[in-house]
């Protein structure tokens, strides 16, 4: 079973960046495309970033778009999730995991998701 460890998280001023990282166990790393995904307070966990396993193509949710970068190295078994000129709203629990696509929508790959790292932006 994966056991992804998230880290990085923090308290910051808004306008601040920081730098997540996810470590992921297992030897599928380099074979699996994965996701930073975030949850606010009472609201549903979303899907804000992903990248590719092969082609290292990425993705952002609107909300992310143009502030935050997610690369990975497959050789550390690590994803990460640079976010900058970060903004109150941006503040929840950051979590990464794997994905799996259907029909273009992508869901989590693995049913065990790690502690989160906790991000607050104030303002």
């Known amino acids: 079973q994966v056991q992804l460890v998230e880290s990085g998280g923090g308290f910051v001023q808004a306008g601040g960046s920081l730098r997540l990282s996810c470590v992921a166990s297992?030897?599928?790393?380099?074979?699996?495309?994965m996701g930073w995904y975030r949850q606010a307070p009472g609201k549903q966990r979303d899907l804000v970033a992903r990248i590719n396993s092969i082609s290292s193509r990425t993705n952002y949710a609107d909300s992310v778009k143009g502030r935050f970068t997610i690369s990975r190295d497959n050789a550390k078994n690590t994803v990460y999730l640079q976010m900058n000129s970060l903004k109150a709203e941006d503040t929840a629990v950051y979590y990464c995991?794997?994905?799996?696509?259907?029909?273009?929508?992508?869901?989590?790959?693995?049913?065990?998701w790690g502690q989160g790292t906790q991000v607050t932006v104030t303002s």
């Open positions: 995991n794997g994905l799996r696509s259907t029909g273009g929508i992508y869901y989590p790959l693995f049913d065990s």
């Open positions: 297992g030897s599928i790393f380099s074979m699996t495309t």
